[in-house]
């Protein structure tokens, strides 16, 4: 059984996951907008992967026997400067979900919960990587400067990009 402040937690980071995937659903929609289908391919891959993160939480929590408790989500904005001010937005959030899993974390050390602890060890990983690929793009785009030409490529290139489920 799950330690009442883990499981509240737990809970919460459910709500930080899918909020996350509203965040990126949105900033594909504002990138098909703005014509630019490979940066919204990326985004919703995004997207996608953040409703994966979500439902291991959701499935952790229940095979914890913990109630799920799903909680509302806020509204994500719509508008962005530019490709370059999306990517300086997603890293930020990115840099605050690990500061939620380090909280996680620290939780579970405090109440001795291995097994929480053992869990979180995969989104720590996961989060490392997901600010060095956002940090990536960001290095790109100051290098290209808005040249369109730049524009293009990254975008097709950003397009190749390819969503793979989770696995168990």
Request: net charge negative; aromatic share 12%.
């Amino acid at each position: 059984m799950l330690n009442e402040k883990m499981k509240n937690a737990l809970n919460k980071q459910i709500n930080e996951e899918i909020y996350s995937a509203y965040l990126y659903l949105s900033m594909s929609a504002y990138f098909e907008s703005t014509g630019l289908k490979g940066f919204a391919n990326w985004m919703m891959v995004q997207y996608k992967e953040e409703m994966d993160h979500a439902m291991k939480f959701y499935r952790y929590l229940l095979s914890r026997g913990a109630e799920v408790k799903l909680l509302a989500i806020k509204e994500p904005p719509n508008k962005w400067k530019s490709p370059l001010h999306v990517f300086e937005e997603t890293l930020k959030h990115e840099q605050y979900i690990t500061k939620c899993i380090n909280e996680l974390v620290d939780i579970a050390e405090e109440v001795k919960d291995r097994a929480t602890y053992n869990f979180l060890q995969w989104f720590i990983d996961e989060q490392v990587e997901e600010e060095e690929n956002d940090r990536e793009i960001i290095d790109k785009l100051k290098l290209i400067e808005g040249s369109k030409h730049g524009i293009f490529m990254l975008d097709k290139d950003l397009g190749q990009r390819q969503y793979v489920p989770e696995t168990e």
